[in-house]
């Protein structure tokens, strides 16, 4: 989709020659708008959400996750030839769960204004003191999805690893977990007050992993990855390489169901299997979750909440598990590269690694850098307002149509 009237086409590239640097630019919030692409039958509201956002039932918690028919359910297949030997005998329950074709219509929780979410930051002093202490404090506090590993240098390559930085960094981003998890609302996408956009990666870890890697390394991007418990084993050395660069780690399940169709306890089950192997190749828990397929439900998000997580979904979906071309992943990354957005990719799919330069230059042209999730969390949180309102909440919603998580 041609974008003629694209604010961004008269920035300069801030990259300079090199095109390799994220340099901060001047951002001039866009107007709020929709995905020329976006159906209006999936916005319908939820009027039986109740004023807490949570007491209704979820329709995107429904029976039906959203997946494409043939399109999720090729993904799935392809995955599962990937697995390694130790987790083949894990069916995908979403391989037939997928095969749906009715997207569950969106829960646009309660737009009610409420007071903007004030985050607390870790004050100054607490902070000199922990650097003074010179204690990998991340590790410490033991809930960091990922943080600058003990065994070697810190390597975040976001745009916040300036030097001397990393530790407070790390601090705000595990509190701002902290602080997300308690208040238990699905994140779609972050405030959009800083020029930053979180490219996310699930079903991994997979044989392209390591070609993932190196590519967004080039690109000097930090990311945020989504794992499947059942594609972990085998996969634990690429696991700890993504962990050292201080990427953030999140839990996207052990077998992919679409959780909403399972009652409370085999939710649990699942959901706590995939930490498990997530933890078990990370040597730390994993704080941020993904439902397959979106799918999930008032269940979901309290066995999340209750597990100290924050469920992270996304405002821009690019569609690439669907089997789309290069071409239309691009497109759809370049409509939702707005500050704030979220992006859904998948770390399974070798047109996404081809469309990854096309998407980094445009980000670049626009003066957009990388982040993951916990550091737009910290820095550039959405409001709790925001959060309320589901995707409504967002900048840009680029959500068309199907597609797997
Ligand atoms: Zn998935």
């Not at 490219?199 to 991994?204: A, P, R, Y």
Request: with cysteine; net charge negative; hydrophobic share 35%.
């Amino acid at each position: 989709m041609t974008r003629p009237d694209d604010p961004f086409e008269r920035r300069p590239d801030p990259a300079g020659d090199d095109g390799r640097d994220w340099g901060y630019g001047d951002w001039d919030e866009p107007a709020r708008e929709r995905s020329p692409g976006h159906g209006d039958a999936a916005r319908d509201r939820d009027p039986d959400v109740a004023p807490d956002g949570r007491g209704g039932a979820d329709p995107r918690g429904g029976a039906d996750p959203r997946g494409g028919a043939d399109g999720a359910a090729s993904d799935r297949a392809a995955t599962d030839g990937a697995v390694d030997d130790a987790a083949s005998a894990d069916d995908h329950v979403g391989a037939d769960a997928s095969a749906d074709d009715d997207r569950p219509a969106r829960s646009t929780r309660d737009a009610t204004p409420r007071p903007v979410y004030v985050r607390r930051r870790i004050t100054a002093v607490a902070v000199a003191v922990l650097l003074v202490l010179g204690v990998p404090v991340a590790l410490a506090l033991g809930g960091g999805d990922d943080a600058t590993s003990a065994d070697g240098p810190p390597l975040l390559q976001g745009p916040l690893a300036t030097a001397g930085s990393l530790t407070v960094d790390r601090l705000e981003r595990d509190a701002a977990i902290t602080r997300f998890a308690k208040l238990g609302l699905p994140v779609y996408c972050g405030a959009g007050k800083q020029p930053w956009v979180a490219l996310t990666f699930d079903d991994g870890p997979h044989a392209l992993s390591s070609r993932f890697r190196e590519l967004l390394v080039r690109e000097r991007a930090a990311v945020t990855l989504f794992r499947q418990g059942t594609n972990i084993g085998g996969h634990e050395a690429e696991v700890v390489a993504q962990r050292d660069l201080g990427w953030d780690s999140g839990s996207h399940t052990q077998n992919h169901p679409a959780l909403a169709s399972l009652d409370a306890k085999a939710q649990r089950t699942e959901i706590e299997a995939g930490n498990r192997a997530s933890r078990g190749a990370l040597g730390r828990p994993v704080r941020l979750f993904r439902p397959p397929y979106e799918s999930h439900d008032d269940d979901t998000d309290r066995i999340v909440k209750d597990l100290g997580m924050v469920q992270v979904l996304w405002n821009v979906d690019t569609q690439d598990a669907l089997g789309v071309s290069k071409d239309r992943i691009v497109e759809q990354a370049k409509a939702g590269l707005h500050p704030g957005s979220i992006i859904l990719m998948h770390e399974t799919k070798e047109r996404t690694l081809e469309a990854l330069p096309a998407i980094f230059a445009e980000m670049r042209r626009r003066g957009l850098q990388p982040v993951t999730v916990s550091q737009m969390l910290a820095h550039d949180p959405p409001s709790e307002a925001q959060l309320r309102k589901g995707f409504d909440g967002c900048l840009v919603d680029v959500t068309p149509g199907k597609a797997s998580s």
